[in-house]
Structures are given as C-alpha cells and as structure tokens.
C-alpha cells in the first residue's frame, strides 16, 4: 500500500530558469541526504483544467449557480494508459482572501486531502486556489478513460460543449525524474504551462516545480497486482494516517533543508483518507494532483 | 471523427433473410448487439437563435464592425451501455449505471454525434465523438458535467464489417410506458421479454457507416464516399440503402420560448 503527499513550490517570476536551478537544488538535496536513492525511468505529467461558464442569460439579481472544475489528468506512474476526469465544485475565493498577499491556505474543517501551505514571504507568483469548500471522501466524480482518446474528449468539451466548459489551462511535466529511497519513492519534475492554446508547446512559463513524497507500508511493500502500486489489498494493514502523513512531510523536511525556495508559499498535498480504501486509492491520488495543479493567475 | 452514413430499412418478414445475404456479403457470422442508449441534455436552455445578432438600424459613427460570434448550439448526447441477453431482468448480474467496472473491455461509451452536415455528396456526413468510460460512474460523471437524464432505450441487432463499412441491422426497443418523471436511468435492467419494439411494425433498420478520422484529406473522403457507394449498389434488390432527411438526425436542443 502506498501513501502519498506533494508539495507544489511555486516560482517566481514563472522563468524556466529558475524552475530549472530549483529542480537541481531538490536534486542535489535528494542525492545528498538520502545515500542509497537510486534513480528510476522518468515520468511524465499532463493536466488541462477547465471551469464551468455561468449561463449568459441570468436575471440581474438571481443568484449565481455553484460552479465547477474539470481536470483531465495523465500521470505516467500512475496509469501508462488511462486518462482521469474529475469534476468538483467549488467555491470562488472571497475578495479578501483574494487581496491579501503571502495567504495561508487553510486545511478545510473537514478534509480528506489535506491541504496546507508553509509560510515563508510575501508571495509574488500565483496563488493556489483556496478552496474553502473542501475535498472530503469521495469528493466531485472521477472517471477514467482511455488514454489514447484523451485529445479527442478534451476537443470535445472545448468545442460542442464550449457553451459549458471554458479551458482555463495546460501543464505539462516533461521528463520528471524518479528516485526510490529505501521505502520512499521520489517523483520531482518541472511544471510547463502553455501560454496559449491547449497544446501549444511554444512560449511555455514554468509555473512551479512538485514533489511527490510516496511512502510504502504494509507487507512487502509494493501491489503487484497494479500497475502504479496503489489500490492493493489494505485489509491486513493498520494505518495511521496522521503516522503516514508525518513520514511524508519529515521526508520533505530532509529533502529542503539548506535549500532557498524564495519567495511563495509551498503548498502541501496529502492524499487524505481515501487512501485507506484500496478501490480509491488511485482516486485520491488524482485529487491529490488535480488539487496541488490548481493555479491562480 | 467524421461519420459517413446511409441508411435502409427492412421490414420483419424479411430479418432473416437479408441477415443471411449480409453475412454471405461480409464473410462473416452476425454479431450479436445488445445496447443500452441513456439520453443527455445540457442543463440549460439554448439561447434564441439571432439574438446575439444587432437588429435593426443604427445611428453611431460606423466603426470597424468586430465579428459577431453566434451562441453555439446545445446538442443531446448519449451514454451508450453494451450489455449481454443475461444481463436483462437480473440486478445481481447486471452491471450498476453508477459504476462502471474496470473490465478489461469498456462497457460505457459516451457518445456525441453532430447534426450531419449539408452537401451533395450522396452520402451523410456527421462528427461523432466517441469516448469509452474504463472506470467510474458514468451517469455521475454526466450530471457533474452539467447534463441531465432525459431518457432511455434500448438497441438490438447484429452487426457486420465488410471492408471498411460497419454493417448495423437493428431496431429500437423501449419499456413500454411513461417514464417523463424519471430523472435518472433506473438501477436495474428490465426483463428483456418485457421490451417492446419502438416500431411497432417491427421493423429493422439498416445502417451503413465508414469512419472518416479528417474530412481535411479530400483523397480519403472520396475513397469512404466511393466505398460506400460501392456497397449501396451491391445491396440494391435486397436493401435499398439511401440518404435520409439530415435534419431528422438533428441533435440540436431547440429553443423553446417561455410562454407567461
């Protein structure tokens, strides 16, 4: 059984560069205090998100419906041939929250992926989404679908169903890098965004760099039976997750130490309680990710 | 993907028949199908057509006039359900419209197909969307994403492939019945002896298709058209294959205007 959490670091100033000298530094961090990490083949990332469009004929005073997200998401490591939609709704961020500069995000009052950012200096970058109406378990719908198919659907929600869905963004890992530490494994990559276009390659910023901290508990560690290791048999396991999710985060602590991350707040992800449902394993692995890839700006 | 289309129809006294000329004309044994066809709409109502458009007159100083983009159409869609004859009438057999397994074969299919496009080609051309549902509830999934149940029916048939054309002789089956205050697809499958024909003649339907991935290769387009045409005439005496009215496979939602 595998738990997992992610930090987000946001860039300043979204450069390649500094998306770059950040990566190397997490890398180094990684060689240098875990001296038995070995690297593993790379993965890679692909997440288009789009929000839903409000009707354009409301009365002037009717109050605005709830609105949402979907997320289509590909994780190499995760799935090689599946694609996931998720659609949550969401609660847009109060003026307040909005204004303010270096914000918090506040873990929900009832959170299943919990949500946390790590205070350092103002932030200049864009924000995370603070999503004030959770996750909980089994939050929003999940499916999965082929993908080979995923450009079609996506073109299909960005054109017959544009009256809908508004695309609001493309990232893209290239050539993440993995490291197995022990009982750890380690994904880190580069986050590209498209400036235009839902596939555009060219003009691409990098909006921040991800750490996914995975953590392997319970028998011999690792489901065979799957292909990403999540959705094993959890019966037999106790778990902790307050346990689980320490481990992640004293991992992380190893892994920055000594390292500069300027200014932004870091946004931490854990994969929340689902994970003790092996059927949902993989689930609250696709909320984790759609959740840390929720951009501002 | 684009979709070229004719269709015949064949009445009940001659099913077998010309279910034994298809298969001697494919090479081939009929394969069963057994469908599930649940109807979607978007949430909202379309906008009146023309009312982005200015009306009328205008005395301002003329301007370079931007484009004026016209409201996109709001089209049903369907979530169609590949089933087997024991699946019907058996709740712990049947497989659960809010689940959709993680069998190795997707038994959910989301489905959009365009209303076919004008032309004088001798064929119907439409853009048809197919996306297969691995895991997941796939009723769910519609509702989040802003659609809502409109009705269900079932297909029964057998197909055929003969070269590159898809050979479908079917018939439209519903549970007899009202269902106008449903607003989901029921949970469990009704006993298929219960199903009846929509047609009450009992009549079939003849559905010829090729698929076309770009109508941007005008060499491909011809070679599908000339195909298709090429089995029209092979099935003449036995079916008589044609173009029907394009906008009676309109998907478009109308507009209905409120009424005080």
């Known amino acids: 059984m595998r738990y997992s959490g992610l930090y987000f670091i946001p860039i300043h100033g979204a450069t390649q560069e500094a998306s770059a000298s950040t990566l190397a530094s997490l890398i180094v961090g990684i060689e240098s205090h875990f001296e038995f990490a070995t690297r593993q083949s790379s993965w890679s990332l692909s997440h288009r998100l789009l929000r839903s469009v409000p009707p354009a004929n409301l009365p002037p005073h009717a109050p605005k419906p709830a609105q949402s997200f979907q997320h289509i998401l590909h994780v190499s490591y995760l799935s090689r041939d599946k694609t996931y939609c998720y659609i949550h709704p969401f609660t847009p961020p109060s003026a307040a929250t909005v204004a ?24 200049g970058t864009p924000l995370p989404i603070q999503d004030t109406t959770g996750p909980t378990p089994g939050y929003g719908t999940i499916i999965a679908i082929p993908y080979a198919q995923s450009e079609s659907h996506l073109g299909y929600l960005g054109t017959q169903l544009s009256p809908l869905w508004a695309y609001r963004h493309a990232l893209h890992i290239y050539q993440g890098i993995t490291y197995t530490a022990g009982q750890y494994i380690l994904n880190i990559g580069e986050v590209r965004m498209a400036r235009s276009g839902p596939s555009s390659s060219s003009n691409l910023v990098s909006p921040g760099v991800v750490v996914c901290i995975t953590t392997v508990t319970g028998g011999d560690g690792y489901a065979e039976e799957t292909d990403s290791g999540y959705g094993g048999d959890t019966e037999d396991i106790e778990m902790d997750i307050e346990e689980l999710e320490g481990e992640v985060r004293q991992v992380w602590n190893v892994i920055k130490k000594g390292i500069d991350f300027g200014k932004g707040d870091i946004r931490e992800v854990m994969m929340g309680r689902d994970a003790l449902n092996g059927e949902t394993q993989k689930e609250a692995v696709v909320r984790m990710w759609c959740d840390a890839l929720k951009l501002r700006g | 993907m684009h979709e070229l289309l004719l269709y ?48 009328g007159g205008t005395q301002t100083i003329a301007v370079k006039q931007t484009k004026q983009v016209g409201s996109k159409d709001l089209n049903y869609c369907q979530l169609i359900q590949q089933l087997s004859e024991d699946e019907f009438g058996n ?7 809010h689940g959709g397994g993680a069998g190795a074969e997707a038994k959910w299919t989301l489905v959009f197909n365009d209303t076919p496009d004008t032309g004088d080609r ?9 996306t297969d549902i691995i895991s997941g509830d796939p009723h769910a999934y519609m509702v989040a994403a802003r659609h809502q149940f409109v009705s269900e029916y079932y297909i029964e048939g057998h197909r055929f492939v003969h070269e590159n054309v898809v050979i479908l002789l079917h018939r439209v089956l519903h549970e007899p019945g009202v269902r106008s205050l449903a607003t989901a697809p029921k949970d469990d499958l009704p006993a298929f002896s219960s199903l009846q024909p929509l047609d009450s003649s009992g009549g079939y339907i003849l559905e010829t298709k090729i698929r076309v991935q770009d109508l941007n290769h005008p060499a491909v387009l011809e070679a599908g058209v000339s195909e298709l045409k090429r ?12 173009e029907p009215e394009r906008l009676a496979l309109d998907t478009r939602v109308k507009y209905k205007p409120q009424t005080t």
């Not at chain 1, 506040?106 to 959170?111: K, L, M, Q």
């Not at chain 2, 709740?91 to 419209?97: A, E, F, I, Q, T």
């Open chain 2, 122 to 130: 001798g064929v119907l051309t439409r853009l048809s969307q197919n």
């Open chain 2, 8 to 55: 015949g129809q064949v009445p009940l006294s001659r099913h077998e028949q010309v279910l034994k000329v298809l298969a001697g004309v494919a090479a081939m044994q009929p394969r069963r199908i057994l469908q599930r066809h649940i109807i979607y709409k978007p949430d909202r109502e379309p906008e009146e057509a023309g009312l982005n458009r200015p009306r």
């Open chain 2, 231 to 242: 089995f029209q005439t092979q099935m003449k005496g036995c079916v008589e294959l044609s």
């Open chain 2, 91 to 97: 709740p712990s057999k049947g497989p659960p419209v």
């Open chain 1, 100 to 123: 303010a500069v270096g914000v918090k995000a506040e873990t929900s009052a009832t959170p299943s992926v919990g949500i946390k950012g790590e205070p350092t200096s103002q932030a």
